[in-house]
Structure formats: structure tokens, C-alpha cells
């Protein structure tokens, strides 16, 4: 048994790479191209030796702080070029290697350029909106506005433009910071301010004003009928423009307070209409010249972004991948000689190969003198996990991989989730027709794969394209299944051939209510039409889907207890063959695996014996006469061996502890665990303080596995029960599907199409096709993806899987992701 076991070809995927700890020695001149190198290649985990040290303390803090800060300039440069609407495509030349201090000097300035634009830009946007905000008062304002000899202004109020040069722009004053100057015939004459205000905050504004000159004032508004560009975000707002008629020097210095506290601009407005159209005309000379020189300014620094967003692309690559090289020699310590450094990893068995040929094109690169010096270690550590996986299996493994890593060379249950999975899944969705539907999204994302890859989507999209292939395998499993059911949006079609029933007569009317009989061989393929809509079709589906979900959950829970068996005899642990498998088989074979039996002779018979009885009695009396409801000779002898070898079993299940007491065993392993005496050599005294060697192997306690065989012993006998019961999930689902779409279809879709009126129909065509999009496919599909999840997390992998392991995360620069910086 054990030569035929043996020359099973592997299976790729069943178990985990080979891995190795290996140690490199690296001359401090390379060590730079050698860990680039082998980031470009992807195959080996670095071990922090730095563990102890703050990212502070360790060696290369200084480059990595460099890098976060050209990091920081990049993320820059991106948000303005998004925030001024370019799209700057890299070039497709090919473009010389940059040094990281060329890059980092250029970066600052080209920084210092656009911030000086940027400020620039800004002064010259806050003088232009202040203009328009005077022009628009000005325009607004004139209409409360009424020429009286009582009240002169006593000097003329004037536009007054200085300007001074710096650096080739040209800065206005403030319009704020010129006074208007009124001067009234006599102190108690009327007076007024005209100004605007954002829209939000009249109401209040208004109060405001009323409350402090206690009502002794005049406030006339009206809409600015022009946005105004708010500098701060960039937003348009809405303002209002306002005139306050009040009298007193009191008055007037509360509501020039309240207008500075509520952000209001005050803009000074000539009484006489000759001035107030001179005054606009210099105004709108002014915004022309401004709105030239914004323009110039706009193009100037789209330009400098223009060309920082060719290689905007390529630099964020490469100070990503720089800051990930210094990150990793920061996990490396300095030999004593401060001349080479010293690191270790894990890599695959497969993998020594290419990096020994990496590290030495690094070597030769670099024109170092001295070669890296690349050796294996003997690790006691467990390794980290690894499955190559390709497109197809990847989603299946991140299934697996969210309940918990596989230990290293444990059994992978992605290999049969490959299908065990869909398939479950479309025992409880079984509907050609839904399947279909599923088929068609599924086809949609593969044939959009090479776009949508290369995309940023969101993360329910992004979930839906990386299962696209678990939904093309759910959607196809669910055709198969809807064929077996016959059911197409829960209507049956004789596609594989004629009913075997037909009406009992020739006079009756209802075949559906007065029954049917067989007058020919049964229907080819899956589930026979004519049971659709019959007095008997609920009984039969019920237990056709009840009895097939024991079946497929006894079969998957069997799977899962053979792959106990092939970990056990991987890791070369005998007394988990001896004192696990063979009990748990004979338990769950001697009970449930029985009632498998006698449900497929049920079958294949046409008997009519009650099962129930049949196994309560098993263990009730198991010497007692069946009669009616035995199905094959030899049962009763048969079923009592069967109550036999179950209750030894128990026991048998639970002793292995006593057993290996007294066996004199010292060193033996269990479940893949290593136990033993702890002992010293001349090597463990020679061991590196980093080595993986300095980890002391695990002593052995007896109570600790007493008490774990006995907890597992009986957790395993509850859980045969509650797990085939918890396979009944699957006849639950699948009916309760099937009568939804029912229901759906009867009750609103032939329902509405009963009437003659065309709106009728089309609302009841609507409704069905929105309780079969969002209820039948997507509420439906999300609880059966959620049931099948369960029952291969807990019944499935529950009888085989640890799931203690962790991932090998190799450096790579394929795997570093914008997040990382």
C-alpha cells in the first residue's frame, strides 16, 4: 500500500512549495544593486534581524526619510495636475535611468516653481475677484441710489492704481485698504455703506445689523447675478449685494465691525452717476488686464505641470521601488567588520538557482571585487506557505487563505474548491435560467479583463472582477444543476424527450389534480416535467433534495477525513493514522455512511421502508426483526456490526495517550508538531543570536495532550452529527429558491399577464424583473455564495485543515502598491 501511495504523481497545488532558509553575506558596495536585483525577481522573504531597533535607529533611516519626502513631492505634483484638469500621458520614448540625488534635486525645483506660481496665481486671483466684486456693486448698487443737494460728497472718490514689480508680476494694492471719504453738510445727515456678502450668511447678517443700530437703519439687497470664485476652494459661490442707509459716526463704526466679522467686502460708491460710470470704466479696464495676466500665468504653470506629468510616472516607480530597497537593507544587520551585510530569508526550494544567479549579475554589475556569499541554513522555525497559482485558482486560494493559511505543506483545499465549491453553490441555486444570467455577467468581466485590470475600481467592483472566475464556474455549475431540476425561471421544458406520466385517463381534465401515471421509461436527464405543478410535486422534491444533500455532505466530509490521512502519513505521524483516522472513518462510516447506503438501495430498489425507523431502532434494538422495512438481506447482522465497531470506536479514538505512555516513546510527532526531550549540542552552543537555530523545540506534556485528544475526541463525535445536519443547509436553500421564482412567476408575471391591458402586463414585466435581478440574483446568489462558504470553512476543512500558517511574502516590486508609501 504504502509503494503504491508512493508513486502517486504530486499534485501541484496540493501542497505548498519546498522552502529554504538561506543566508546571504553581501559586500556593503553591492548591496544596493543585489537587493534590487532581487526585487525585481520576486522569490525570496527577507527575516528582520532589526527587530529590536525603531525605524529610527537602524542604518539607512536617512535614505528612507529622503524617499518619503520625494514621495511627498510626487503626491504633490499629482494633486495639482488633477486639480487643473491635465492629462499628462508618459512618453513613449525610452528614458535614461535618473540617480535618486539628480531626482531629488530636480523635484525641489520644480516644487519651489509651482509654489511660487501657486502664490502668485493666488494674490493676482484675490485682487481680480475684488474687482469684480466692485464692479458688481458698483453695477447694483447705483439703483438704491438717489442724488440729493442735502447730502455732497465732500471729495471725490477715486480709483488709484499702484503697482510694483517682483520677479516679472505685477501685484495690486488691496481695494479694502482704500477709505471712502464722505463728508455730509452736517453730522446728523445720512450716510450709507455698500458692500457684498455671501448668500448663506445674509439672513443672520441682516439681524446682526438690525439688533446693534437698533433698528435705526435701512438695508436694501439684491442679487449679484454673477458666481464669484471662492480662492480658498477653488468653488463658485453665490453673493448678495447690499446697501446700509444709516445716520451717526456710531452707527457706521458697528457696521463696518459686523461687515469685517461676517466676511463681508465693503466697496465705497459714488453718489453722482458720472463718477460711478467712470469709476466702472476704469474697473473694467483693470479686470481685462487681469484676466490677461491669469491666463499667461495659467498657461505658464500648466506647462511646468505638463512637464513635471511625462515623467510623473516613471519618478513615483522609482522612488517606490527606492524606498522599498532601503526599507529592506534596514532588515539587515552589519557584520562585525561594518564592511558586509548579513541577511536571511526564505525562498523556494525551486527558486536557489536564480537568485544565485542574480546575486551574481549584481556582483558583476556593481564591479564589487568581493561575491556575495549565498549559503543554506537548517531552520526549526516553520517555513512560511507558497502556492503558484494562476488566474483561475488565485480566487479560490484567497477563499481559502481569509479562513486561515494553510500550515507549511499541509493540504491545500483550494485544490477542491475548485469545484466542490461552484458546485454547492449551484446545488442551492440550481436554475438554468438564473444560471444563465450569472453566465452572461461572468462573460461580460472576462471579456473586458485586459481593460478592467489596468483600472481603479471600486471595492465591490473590484470583488466582482477578482472572482470573475468562481462566478463563470457558479454560473456554469448552476446550469448543470437547473437541467437536473428542470427549471428555467421555475418553468419546467421537455428538453430531453417526452414525460414518462401521462393523465390517468383519457376524459380527465386536470392532469395536475387527479394524478398521473407511468406508461413509459423515466425521463432521460434530471428531474421529469410532468412532476411540475402535481399534488406530489412537493413531497418528491423534498426528499429527492433532502436525501442528496446527505449524500453530497457524507462524500465531502469523507474527502476531508482521506486528506487527514495524507497529512498524517506526509508528516510521517503513524498514531494520527492509528488513533485519528481510523476511529473517526469507522464512526462516521458506521453511522452516517450507512444511511448512505440505505438511501441509494432505497433508490435503486423502489422500496418503500422507512428510514427513520430504520435507524433508531439501530440503536435501540439492533437485534430486532426489520420486516417491512428491511431493504437487502443481511441487513440486521450487518447494521449491528456496523453499532459495534461504532460505540469501540470511542474509546479506541481516545486512548492513544496512554497508549504512547507506555510505548517509551520520547520524540514522536502529532499533527505535524514536533515533540520531544530537549537536549544540547556543540552546534546549539555555536548558534547565532539571529539564526532561526536559536528557536528551543517544544517540550513535551503529557496532560496538555490528554486533554486535546479528549476535547477533540468529543468535539468530533457532536460535530459528525451537527455537520450532517448542517448539509441540509443545501436542500433548504434549493427549495427555497425554487419557491421564490415560483411565486415570482405565477403570482406576478402570469398574473399580470392574465389581463388585457397593455400597462398591466408591462408593470407586471417590470416588477418580475426587478424581484428576479435584485432578490432571486443577488440576494439569493449572495446567501447560497455565504452557505456554500460555510459548510467548506467548518464541515469541510474542519476535519483536516489547521490553518496556523502565514503567507510567504516575498520582496517584490510587482507586489508594492501606492499604499505603501
Not at 49 to 64: E, G, H, I, M
Not at 218 to 223: D, G, V, Y
Request: glycine fraction near 6%; aromatic fraction near 12%.
Amino acid at each position: 500500500m504504502d509503494d503504491f501511495l508512493d508513486k502517486l504523481p504530486e499534485m501541484d497545488l496540493m501542497r505548498s512549495e519546498k522552502m529554504t532558509l538561506v543566508q546571504l553575506i553581501i559586500p556593503v558596495e553591492s548591496a544596493h544593486r543585489c537587493v534590487t536585483y532581487l526585487g525585481e525577481l520576486g522569490l525570496l522573504q527577507f527575516r528582520d534581524l532589526n527587530a529590536d531597533k525603531s525605524p529610527f535607529q537602524r542604518t539607512f533611516a536617512t535614505q528612507v526619510k529622503r524617499c518619503g519626502e520625494m514621495s511627498r513631492k510626487l503626491r504633490f505634483f499629482k494633486d495639482q495636475i488633477d486639480k487643473a484638469g491635465l492629462r499628462c500621458l508618459p512618453r513613449h520614448e525610452l528614458e535614461p535611468d535618473i540617480e535618486l540625488g539628480d531626482l531629488e534635486r530636480q523635484l525641489a525645483e520644480h516644487e519651489h516653481e509651482v509654489l511660487e506660481m501657486n502664490s502668485n496665481s493666488e494674490k493676482l486671483r484675490l485682487t481680480y475677484n475684488e474687482l469684480l466684486e466692485f464692479k458688481i456693486v458698483l453695477q447694483k448698487a447705483s439703483g438704491f441710489l438717489v442724488s440729493s443737494n442735502a447730502h455732497a460728497i465732500g471729495d471725490e472718490t477715486e480709483l488709484h492704481e499702484s503697482t510694483y514689480s517682483n520677479n516679472g508680476f505685477i501685484e495690486n494694492s488691496s481695494l479694502l485698504e482704500q477709505e471712502m471719504r464722505h463728508e455730509p453738510l452736517n453730522q446728523s445727515g445720512l450716510r450709507f455703506i455698500s458692500g457684498i456678502i455671501n448668500k448663506d450668511k445674509l439672513l443672520k447678517f441682516e439681524r446682526m445689523l438690525f439688533r446693534a443700530t437698533r433698528g435705526n437703519m435701512l438695508f436694501n439687497q439684491t442679487p449679484s447675478d454673477e458666481e464669484i470664485m471662492d480662492p480658498s476652494t477653488s468653488e463658485m459661490v453665490e453673493k448678495i449685494v447690499f446697501v446700509v442707509f444709516f445716520s451717526g459716526e456710531q452707527a457706521r463704526t458697528k457696521i463696518l465691525k459686523i461687515c469685517e466679522a461676517f466676511g463681508a467686502n465693503c466697496y465705497p460708491v459714488p453718489e453722482d452717476t458720472t463718477k460711478q460710470r467712470q469709476l466702472t470704466r476704469e474697473v473694467l479696464s483693470r479686470l481685462s488686464d487681469l484676466e490677461a495676466t491669469l491666463d499667461a500665468g495659467t498657461r505658464h504653470r500648466n506647462n511646468a505641470l505638463n512637464a513635471v506629468g511625462y515623467s510623473l510616472t516613471k519618478w513615483m516607480t522609482t522612488v517606490r521601488r527606492e524606498k522599498a530597497v532601503y526599507d529592506t537593507l534596514n532588515m539587515l544587520n552589519f557584520d562585525v567588520t561594518k564592511k558586509c551585510l548579513v541577511g536571511e530569508g526564505w525562498c523556494p526550494t525551486f527558486a536557489k538557482t536564480q537568485i544565485h544567479e542574480v546575486l551574481q549579475r549584481a556582483t558583476f554589475d556593481s564591479n564589487s571585487q568581493v561575491g556575495v556569499i549565498f549559503h543554506v541554513m537548517q531552520a526549526v522555525e516553520s517555513p512560511p506557505t507558497y502556492f503558484r497559482t494562476n488566474k483561475l485558482t488565485n480566487a479560490f486560494q484567497e477563499i481559502i487563505d481569509a479562513y486561515g493559511v494553510a500550515r507549511y505543506q499541509e493540504a491545500n483545499p483550494a485544490v477542491y474548491s475548485v469545484v466542490t465549491y461552484p458546485f454547492l453553490f449551484a446545488v442551492m441555486f440550481g436554475d438554468w435560467g438564473h444560471g444563465l444570467c450569472l453566465l452572461l455577467g461572468a462573460l461580460y468581466l472576462l471579456a473586458r479583463e485586459r481593460k478592467l485590470s489596468t483600472q481603479k475600481l471600486g471595492s465591490f467592483m473590484e470583488m466582482l472582477f477578482g472572482g470573475r472566475y468562481v462566478i463563470l464556474l457558479m454560473a456554469l455549475f448552476s446550469i448543470y444543476c437547473g437541467l437536473i431540476y428542470n427549471e428555467f425561471f421555475s418553468v419546467p421544458f421537455h428538453i430531453f424527450g417526452g414525460s414518462a406520466y401521462r393523465c390517468r385517463d383519457t376524459t380527465c381534465s386536470d392532469a395536475y389534480t387527479t394524478g398521473l401515471v407511468k406508461y413509459r421509461d423515466p425521463y432521460p436527464f434530471g428531474v421529469d416535467p410532468s412532476w411540475r405543478g402535481s399534488r406530489t410535486e412537493l413531497p418528491y422534491l423534498n426528499s429527492l433534495k433532502m436525501k442528496m444533500s446527505i449524500l453530497l455532505g457524507i462524500a465531502q466530509m469523507n474527502l476531508g477525513l482521506i486528506l487527514s490521512f495524507f497529512n498524517a502519513r506526509f508528516f510521517g505521524s503513524s498514531l494520527d493514522i492509528r488513533y485519528q483516522f481510523i476511529p473517526q472513518m469507522i464512526f462516521l462510516n458506521s453511522l452516517f455512511g450507512y444511511l448512505s447506503l440505505l438511501i441509494i438501495i432505497k433508490w435503486c430498489t423502489g422500496s418503500q421502508a422507512d428510514l427513520y425507523h430504520v435507524m433508531i431502532y439501530m440503536f435501540l434494538s439492533p437485534t430486532e426483526e426489520l420486516g417491512e422495512n428491511e431493504l437487502f438481506w443481511g441487513q440486521r447482522p450487518l447494521q449491528a456490526r456496523f453499532c459495534y465497531c461504532l460505540w469501540h470506536s470511542l474509546p479506541f479514538h481516545g486512548c492513544f495517550s496512554q497508549n504512547l505512555l507506555h510505548s517509551g516513546k520520547f520524540t514522536w510527532r502529532f499533527q505535524g508538531r514536533t515533540y520531544g526531550v530537549l537536549g544540547t549540542s556543540e552546534v546549539d552552543l555555536d548558534v547565532e543570536p539571529d539564526s532561526a537555530r536559536g528557536h528551543q523545540e517544544e517540550e513535551f506534556n503529557f496532560s496538555e495532550i490528554f486533554v486535546h485528544q479528549l476535547i477533540h475526541s468529543i468535539e468530533f463525535v457532536l460535530g459528525s452529527v451537527s455537520n450532517t445536519a448542517s448539509y441540509l443547509r443545501l436542500w433548504a436553500l434549493s427549495l427555497a429558491h425554487s419557491e421564490l421564482s415560483t411565486v415570482f412567476y405565477e403570482k406576478v408575471l402570469l398574473l399580470a399577464w392574465g389581463y388585457e391591458n397593455i400597462l398591466i402586463r408591462l408593470i407586471g414585466v417590470v416588477v418580475f424583473a426587478f424581484a428576479t435581478a435584485f432578490i432571486l440574483l443577488m440576494m439569493e446568489t449572495l446567501s447560497a455564495f455565504l452557505h456554500a462558504l460555510r459548510l467548506h470553512w467548518v464541515e469541510f476543512m474542519g476535519k483536516f485543515f489547521h490553518g496556523d500558517g502565514y503567507k510567504f511574502k516575498p520582496f517584490s516590486f510587482a507586489l508594492i502598491s501606492d499604499d505603501d508609501e
